[in-house]
């Protein structure tokens, strides 16, 4: 299954796209289990293209038997980089999020309107880890 939706540059835009995103991936056939996390990457890839980018803006899943890629273009040529902020700090952790719960993430330039695509994949038995690791 492969779907993309325009994201408009806003704050607002970031719960319609996590929805948007959810059903996609719900109508793909991942499981519950799968899904919050995969939304919860998607909620941190879309929200740093918004707070931090420039139009346009266009959020695309694909799902394969094997795992999930979900990729996020953008107008603006700056990459995203890994943080770790102190625990008093209100934000800086999507990045964090993404390096250490996605099987594996990255950018690449795009052609046209898009500057760069920030995308990361999940291995569906990756999933099952991450959840394993999280319970104990």
Known sequence: MYAETAVSPALSAIAPARHWAR???????????????LVLLVSELVTNAVAHADPPVVLRVHVDDER??????????????????????LGGRGVMFIDR??????????????????WFEMRHADVDEVRRVSES
């Not at 793909?28 to 799968?34: I, N, R, S």
């Open 23 to 37: 059903d996609r991936l719900a109508e793909a056939g991942v499981d519950d289990g799968h899904l919050d996390l």
């Open 68 to 89: 999930t890629r979900v990729e996020v273009t953008d107008g603006a040529r700056e990459v995203p980089v890994v943080r770790d902020p102190p625990a008093t700090a």
């Open 101 to 118: 719960l996605a099987s594996s993430w990255g950018t690449c330039e795009e052609e046209g309107e898009a500057a760069k695509a920030v």
